[in-house]
C-alpha cells in the first residue's frame, strides 16, 4: 500500500493504492482518497474493495448455478482474503502450531475413513513426537508418517494435476507399507457402491480424460466445485491397488491451495454422507457432492483459521 497524488480540478488529492493480484495473475490497482483515516479503518475500507473486485472476477469467469451463487461466491472470497491474512500475520510459531493442528486432524481423519484405528492422540503423538503405539499395526502408523509429508507438501503447493504428480503422491502415501504402486495391475472394486472400477488396462486413458478434463474446465468451473467433482470422477476411476479415498481428498486440498483457499477435512463423522453423496454422484445425480465439500470447506475454515481473523 502506498500514497500517491492525483489533480482534479486543479486541486491535489491524497489517495491510498493498494495492488492486488487476480487469480489469472493480472495486478489491479484500488484505491481510497486519504483523508487521516486511521489505519485500521483504511484497511478495512480497501479490504472491503479487495473482496468486491474478487468476487467480480469470479462472478465473470466462473458459472454461478443454484449451489455455487452469486452470495455463496462472495461469502467465499471472503474466507479467502481472510485466510490469507492468516497465513501472512500470524508469527512463524503460531502459523506452525496450526498447520500442525490441521495436519493432525486432517490425517486422523482421512485415514479413519477408511479405517485406521489410530486415535487423534495416537496421530498427534506419531507425527510430532516420533513414537510408535504398542499394539498398533505399523502400516497404520507408516501411513501417517507419510500423510504429514504429503500435508506438508502440498500446504506448499508442490503437486499438481497430473499423471505424474498424482503416482508421485501416492508412492509418498504408501511408502513402506507393502502397498503396490503406480497405477494398478489387478481389477479392484469399490465395497458398498453399485459402480464398476476402471480395468487396470483402462486407468491411463480414463485418468489421461480426467486431466483433460480438468484442463479445459479449471478456468469454468469455479475451484471448490471442480474439486469436488474431480475427486467424484477420480474415485469412479480407483486408479490404485489401495489408498484411492485419501489420494481422492488430497486432489481436493491440492486444488483448494492451488487457488489460494484454505484446506479442507471430510470428518469419519461425516462417513455417511460422503459415502451418500459419491453414491448420488455415480447416479448422476451431482448436486449433493458438490454441496457437501462446499459445506466441509466453510466448516473446517471456521474450525481452524477464523478464530485468528479478529486478532490480526
Known sequence: MHIKEKTVNKKKYKYLVKSIRLPNGQIKKIEKIYKGEPKKEIEKILEEKERKEYARYMLKNFSTNHIFTEEEFEKIEDIKINYRKVIKKLTKSTLRDLLDRFTANFTYESNALEGNSLTLKNVAMIMFENTTIRGKDLREIYETRNSR??????????????????IKMHKLLVKDTGIQTGYKKFPNEIIGRNIKTALPEEVQKRMDGLIEWYEQNKEKIHPIELAGLLHGKFEQIHPFEDGNGRVGRFLINIILVSNKYPPLIIRKSQRISYLKSLENFD?????????FVLERFKETYKKFFEVYVKYI
Open 149 to 166: 509429508k504429503l500435508i506438508e507438501q502440498i500446504m506448499q503447493n508442490k503437486f499438481s494435476v497430473s499423471n505424474e504428480d498424482i
Open 283 to 291: 447416479n448422476k445425480h451431482t448436486d449433493s457432492l458438490r454441496r
